[in-house]
């Protein structure tokens, strides 16, 4: 026999719940109105823009020593009288123009380091939580007169959320720009080589959905700036390609002297009869030096060309790996002298400029980037040898300013540095190229091109 149940309505539900339901009613309803009205008001007083100047927050969750393009927009934006904070790890001294400047302050953030050698995800876990901590605490301290936020990427692993968080429940009035130096998840899939791997398909989501956040994307190519338009569907209006551009630390000298007297070049023999070539790197994977070693290897067989004298600066994760690959190829010290160097950064720009070659082993791993090293070769104007990619005739014009390894291979470096370092007519034309680039500086470069959208925001 099927029992039929009388419907009774809600009274009976009424009747037996007691006063919780309606404050759990009540706490449902008032939910909005605490997100979007009594969380912001709690977090932020409101600004007088009575009179105040524009202030900006930059972050670099890198060594600010060694991220001259942020501390270029740095300087750029205290020009424009905004008040700047530059925020990152400090782990060696930034410009003294960045130091001395009074609009700018420095705030640092502890770098996390793997002391305790734990896997890959769980330390990058416990990364982003101690970095989560330090961003909320800087956002928070300046919450009262930020109107711009900027952050590099990369990483944007995890501050873009931060920032993003901090925009929506502590001040819609803040502006972000994210400043485009490569892709997040291109670099991170360059530990797992697999493009649908899990994570990294859900950073490249990360980037793409959270990006839409930003009221300007600042790019440094223009197949970056394609890119962002056409696979993360960003509003053109709201992306702008800014070139990197050497700045004015870094000037051509036609004088050895310097690099003559300095310790990188003690023990050498008849140093003047060396050619000098000179490159910068982080000794990341995404740079190939056993590509230049082995072309220096087959350099040494060549009877007919100068002595090379290789000069490396930089430091990074695979840098003991580099030093042993120089001393299994037992270069001919009268043929081929390999030198390190962790250079400050006044010294950097005066070692650059008497080199008579620069080289960059930087493929990126996105293919849309360029690399910062190029811009400060042309700047002291010094003609450089690159592997090819995608971007990089948007820097480097091939027989003009540098000559490009179509096939990035070892024999076609050591032919470039052949011909360069035995035509000194073409080395000459490959300098004059270099010299025209240097005189495209980054001051006046950020003036045309950024300083309209800032000057009445």
Not at 27 to 53: C, D, E, G, Q, T
Not at 54 to 79: E, N, T, W
Not at 361 to 371: A, C, K, R, Y
Request: charged residues 20%; glycine residues 4%; proline residues 5%.
């Amino acid at each position: 026999m099927v029992e039929i149940i009388k419907y009774q309505g809600f009274d009976h539900i009424w009747q037996y719940s007691g006063p919780w339901l309606y404050y759990l009613l009540a706490i449902y309803v008032s939910l909005p109105v605490l997100a979007y009205k009594v969380l912001p008001y709690l977090f932020l007083k409101k600004r007088s823009h009575h009179n105040r100047r524009k202030s900006v927050l930059i972050f670099v969750l890198g060594d600010l020593g060694h991220s001259p393009r942020m501390c270029y927009h740095a300087l750029s934006f205290s020009q424009l009288e905004y008040n700047v904070n530059l925020c990152g790890y400090v782990e060696t001294r930034p410009l003294d123009k960045i130091v001395d400047d009074i609009n700018i302050e420095i705030t640092p953030i502890e770098v996390v380091k793997n002391s305790e050698n734990l896997p890959f995800v769980l330390f990058a876990a416990k990364k982003i939580i101690l970095q989560v901590s330090q961003v909320a605490r800087i956002l928070y301290k300046y919450r009262d007169d930020t109107d711009f936020v900027m952050i590099q990427n990369p990483p944007s692993i995890p501050i873009l959320l931060v920032v993003i968080f901090f925009k929506i429940l502590a001040d819609r009035q803040l502006k972000i720009i994210i400043d485009w130096h490569n892709l997040n998840y291109t670099i991170l899939n360059m530990r797992f080589q697999n493009f649908n791997n899990w994570l990294v398909r859900w950073a490249r989501a990360y980037e793409k959905f959270l990006a839409r956040f930003a009221s300007l994307n600042i790019t440094v190519t223009k197949k970056m700036k394609s890119f962002l338009v056409e696979e993360f569907q960003l509003d053109k209006g709201k992306v702008t390609t800014l070139y990197d551009k050497p700045g004015p630390q870094f000037q051509p000298v036609n004088d050895k002297k310097i690099l003559y007297s300095h310790e990188l070049v003690q023990g050498i023999d008849n140093i003047e009869h060396y050619k000098v070539l000179v490159s910068a790197t982080s000794f990341t994977p995404d740079e190939d030096f056993s590509i230049l070693l082995n072309a220096l290897k087959l350099y040494e067989k060549e009877t007919k060309s100068p002595p090379v004298l290789l000069i490396v600066t930089g430091k990074g994760p695979l840098k003991t790996d580099f030093l042993q690959m120089v001393e299994n190829l037992k270069f001919s010290p009268s043929k081929v002298v390999v030198r390190t160097a962790w250079l400050t950064s006044e010294e950097y720009p005066k070692i650059l400029a008497s080199a008579d070659l620069g080289i960059s082993l930087h493929t990126s791993s996105s293919g849309i980037d360029l690399p910062m090293k190029i811009v400060d070769f042309f700047g002291c104007g010094i003609p450089v040898v690159s592997l090819n990619f995608p971007a990089i005739d948007e820097l480097v014009k091939d027989g003009e300013n540098g000559l490009v390894a179509e096939n990035s291979t070892s024999d076609e470096v050591c032919s470039l540095l052949t011909q360069a370092f035995t035509d000194d007519k073409l080395l000459k034309h490959l300098k004059m190229g270099a010299i025209d680039e240097s005189k495209s500086r980054w001051n006046e470069n950020w003036i045309r091109v950024l300083q309209p959208k800032f000057e009445n925001s």
